[in-house]
C-alpha cells in the first residue's frame, strides 16, 4: 500500500514509517518543516509539504494514496489554552481526512490513549472518556471510528501512557525532563498508580498490522506493560540522573496532573490474540536504563 503519514517524523511516526517501508509498503509523509521533508526523505519515504492546520495538504495526502496512518499533534501541555488550541487543530485535520475517505473502503488509522477505569485494567471494549483535558481527542476519535458505516475501515490504536524507545518519550519522558529541570525525580500521589507503557518499534508493528488487517469501527491497544508503578520509573530515572526521588504535588504536571495521578492499567489481550501482535522489545523500566545523565 502506499500509505500517508501524518507525525511521521516523530518518535512514534518515525517508527512506524520504518516498519511500513520494510513490510513492502510505501510512504508519503507530512511535513511542516524542511528538516521534516529531508528527515523523512533520508528514511526512504516521499515527502508532502503541510501543517495539520493545512488542510487542503491534509485532504490532498489522503486522495492519493491506499491509507492513512493519523500520528501528528503538536504536543502542547504548557497551558490549558494551549493544549485545546492543538486539540481543535488535530480534530479538523481528522475530520479533513475522514471526508476524503468516505465512501472509498480505504483504511484509517488515528491514535487516542488507553481509557482508565477504576479498579481494573481496561481493555478494547471500555469507551475513551468524554471528559478531561484530552477528552477532546477521544471524542474525535469516536467520531472517527463511526465513519465505519460510511465506508471508512477506520480503526483507533490507543496508546499507554509512556510509548518510549532508548529511555525517551511520553509521560516517562516528562518525568525524566521535569527531574533534569527541578533536581528532584518525582511522582504524584505515592506513586503506587500504575501507567501502561510499550516500546514505540512494537507500537509500529501494531499500527502496521491495523492498517492492512483491522476491521472497519475497531479499537486496538498498543500495551506492553501492563502497569508499572509510577515510583518504579521515577526511581529509574533518579538513579540514572543520581537525583533524589520524591512525592511532589500533581500542579508539577499541570493540565495533565489529574492524569498523572490516576491509576490506570490497560490490558491488551484481545488485541494480541484477535491480531496476532506479539511485542518483542525492551520493557520501560528495562529502556529508561538508556536515560544518561
Ligand atoms: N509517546 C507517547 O508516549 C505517546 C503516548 C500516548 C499518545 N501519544 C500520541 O501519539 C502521537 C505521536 O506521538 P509521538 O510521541 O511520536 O510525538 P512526537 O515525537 O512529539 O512527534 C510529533 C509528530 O507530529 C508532528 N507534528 C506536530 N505538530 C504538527 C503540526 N501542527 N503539523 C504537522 N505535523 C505536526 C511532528 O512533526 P515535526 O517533526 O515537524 O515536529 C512529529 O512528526 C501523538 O498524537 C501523541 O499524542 C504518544
Request: aromatic share 12%.
Given at each position: 500500500m502506499r500509505v500517508f503519514v501524518t507525525g511521521a517524523t516523530g518518535l512514534i511516526g518515525s517508527a512506524v514509517v520504518a516498519d511500513l517501508l520494510s513490510n513492502d509498503h510505501t510512504v508519503l509523509g507530512l511535513a511542516r518543516s524542511d528538516a521534516s521533508a529531508q528527515k523523512l526523505e533520508a528514511a526512504g519515504a516521499e515527502a508532502v509539504r503541510g501543517g495539520l492546520a493545512d488542510l487542503g495538504a491534509v485532504r490532498a495526502g489522503a486522495a492519493q494514496t491506499d491509507g492513512v496512518i493519523h500520528l501528528a499533534f503538536a504536543n502542547d501541555f504548557s497551558s490549558p489554552e494551549a493544549l485545546a488550541n492543538a486539540i481543535a487543530e488535530e480534530s479538523a485535520a481528522i475530520t479533513a481526512i475522514g471526508q476524503e475517505l468516505v465512501g472509498s473502503d480505504r483504511p484509517l488509522v488515528v491514535c487516542s490513549g488507553t481509557p482508565a477505569v477504576p479498579g481494573r485494567s481496561s481493555t478494547e471494549e471500555d469507551p475513551l472518556p468524554t471528559v478531561g483535558p484530552v477528552a477532546g481527542r477521544g471524542i474525535t476519535v469516536t467520531a472517527t471510528l463511526e465513519l465505519a458505516a460510511r465506508g471508512v475501515r477506520a480503526s483507533a490504536v490507543r496508546l499507554p501512557r509512556t510509548v518510549h524507545n532508548n529511555g525517551t518519550g511520553g509521560f516517562a519522558g516528562v518525568l525524566t525532563n521535569i527531574a533534569r529541570q527541578s533536581g528532584v525525580s518525582g511522582y504524584a500521589g505515592d506513586g503506587t498508580q500504575r501507567w501502561p507503557a510499550v516500546h514505540a518499534l512494537d507500537a509500529a508493528t501494531l499500527f502496521r498490522l491495523a492498517l492492512e488487517n483491522a476491521p472497519a469501527g475497531?479499537?486496538?491497544?498498543?500495551?506492553?506493560?501492563?502497569?508499572d508503578q509510577v515510583k518504579d520509573i521515577a526511581a529509574v530515572i533518579g538513579r540514572r540522573l543520581g537525583l533524589p526521588v520524591e512525592?511532589?504535588?500533581?500542579?508539577?504536571?499541570?493540565?495533565?496532573?489529574?492524569?498523572?495521578?490516576t491509576d490506570q492499567p490497560a490490558s491488551s489481550a484481545h488485541t494480541r490474540a484477535a491480531l496476532g501482535w506479539a511485542p518483542t522489545h525492551p520493557r520501560l523500566l528495562e529502556d529508561l536504563e538508556n536515560i544518561e545523565a
Open positions: 475497531t479499537s486496538w491497544h498498543a500495551v506492553d506493560d501492563e502497569g512525592s511532589v504535588p500533581a500542579e508539577t504536571y499541570g493540565p495533565l496532573g489529574a492524569i498523572f495521578a
